[in-house]
């Protein structure tokens, strides 16, 4: 079983931790606790200036060429439709800010997903709230970058 040092900050202090990851989340419940009581909300205008920088750089042209040709852009499926750059820029830019403002929370969930990738141990699981909260915010950003520019 691999350990998995895991530098976490508990009420203003670090800690290194040299036990499986597994160990200190043995479960889903034990991460959504240590979730809710370390996660710093991320809000739409941690994103803003760079989606809207993003879509003023290209023009508007998110959308894939044939998408965009068609002209009809709706926000039921627009999300779909992105280029490769958009998606790419507009999930970085989140995982950047979520990064910013939960570096222990991120690098925790992500340990946890890569311990058990590796070792095929424990369950990624563990740390779903972390990969819904990212989609949830990813799906609500897209949704107010629509409204506000892009409609």
Known sequence: MGAKSVRRKRKGQ??????????QFPDKETFDKYWAEDYVPVTYEDVREVYEDFVKSVDGHI????????????KADFKENLTQAAQFTFEDTLTEAFYDKNPEL??????IYEEAQ??????????????????????????????????
């Open 63 to 74: 959308y894939l060429s044939d998408y965009e040709e068609n002209g009809c852009i709706s």
């Open 106 to 111: 991120y690098e925790t969930a992500f340990a």
């Open 14 to 23: 670090y800690m290194d931790m040299d036990i499986d990851i597994f160990e």
């Open 118 to 151: 590796m070792t095929g141990q424990g369950d990624a699981g563990v740390a779903q709230i972390f990969h819904d909260t990212f989609r949830q915010l990813y799906e609500e950003f897209l949704d107010r970058l629509f409204d506000e520019v892009l409609a």
